[in-house]
């Protein structure tokens, strides 16, 4: 079936909206297109996203750039050994003069929160932000504080074995939508880059192009995308793919389904369509799903990493045919 008109207009408007963010973001981030593409997915998608890579490729940068793209509030927090939970989330503190206890917010209270070198902090600060990722609220104190929407965390970190670092646990990792690995630039955008950056930061000139109203609009449009029950028993097929295989130790939870999903509306969205493909999943398996496997003993020894093992199994994994009207 055809687009009504109705979501023909939500679709359009929500292309414009991206398409005016997409171009901010990459007036400070030259020659990172499909990085960009994924982040904007993933803001989408109601997700949270994880940057990681060496130091000096431009993992705060992006963050940054999304968080100035957006007329929203931003909060950014400096993961260090010595930082606590409450510094994160909040801590009551006690009025001299009204004799009670206040609640003070924390940095999480906000629509972007950018955790800088998030695994540079200890496991247990970096669990403070377990309830507010998957619940969008924060507990202190038997009191609980309702985040508002859209929150996203954008948080980077360097790689485990760089010196200072703890690694992400399991739970953690399974609340970030995606993961991405932003590279060193080609030479002819690292020549640009020292043009544009070699006086003043870019980031310093970019204004707000959407409001806080506008992305929950098109949040709302990317609800509404429609996702055949094929396309479901698809992405439970990849998803029962990686627990099955003997290469993986440890494989995707039902909570990564449900965010592939998610983010196979948001990216079919973006791509002009109301409807899912198996493209779209194919396209997010690796960012969305490869963080949160774990090889196994076999799979180290002969160096097989989870991005190569998830990348086979769905070439191997059977494609549904698609019929008219499951695209409406």
């Not at 993961?179 to 002819?188: D, H, L, S, T």
Request: hydrophobic fraction near 40%.
């Amino acid at each position: 079936m055809a687009i009504t008109h109705d979501v023909g207009d939500r679709l359009e408007e929500l292309a414009s909206t991206a398409n005016r963010i997409r171009e901010a973001i990459e007036s400070v981030i030259e020659g990172k297109g499909a990085a960009v593409r994924l982040t904007l997915t993933v803001l989408l998608a109601e997700g949270h996203l994880l940057i990681e890579d060496v130091p000096g490729v431009g993992k705060t940068m992006l963050a940054k750039a999304l968080a100035r793209s957006i007329d929203c509030s931003v909060r950014r927090v400096q993961f260090t050994p010595d930082l606590l939970p409450s510094d994160i989330t909040g801590v009551s503190a006690y009025n001299q003069q009204t004799r009670e206890f206040e609640f003070k917010p924390g940095p999480v209270f906000a629509n972007i929160v950018v955790g800088d070198e998030i695994n540079r902090a200890s496991p247990k600060t970096q669990s403070a932000l377990l309830e507010c990722m998957e619940e969008r609220q924060v507990t202190v104190d038997g009191r609980t504080y309702h985040l508002e929407p859209p929150f996203m965390v954008i948080a980077t970190q360097n790689p485990i074995e760089m010196e200072g670092t703890y690694p992400l646990p399991e739970a953690q990792r399974d609340r970030f939508t995606a993961r991405i690995a932003m590279g060193y630039p080609e030479p002819a955008a690292e020549l640009e880059m020292l043009d544009v950056h070699g006086g003043t930061s870019p980031l310093d000139k970019l204004q707000p192009v959407a409001t806080t109203t506008e992305v929950r609009e098109l949040i709302e449009t990317v609800r509404a995308v429609y996702v055949a029950p094929a396309i479901k028993r698809y992405a439970i097929d990849l998803v029962t793919a990686t627990r099955t295989t003997p290469e993986l130790r440890l494989g995707a939870s039902p909570r990564a389904t449900l965010q592939l999903v998610r983010a196979a509306r948001a990216h079919a969205a973006l791509s002009g369509r109301d409807y899912v493909i198996p493209d779209d999943l194919q396209e997010l398996a690796v960012p969305v799903l490869a963080h949160r496997l774990l090889p196994s003993v076999e799979a180290q020894g002969q160096r097989r990493m989870p991005e190569q093992v998830l990348a086979d199994l769905v070439r191997t994994v059977p494609v549904p045919e698609m019929h008219p009207g499951s695209r409406r």
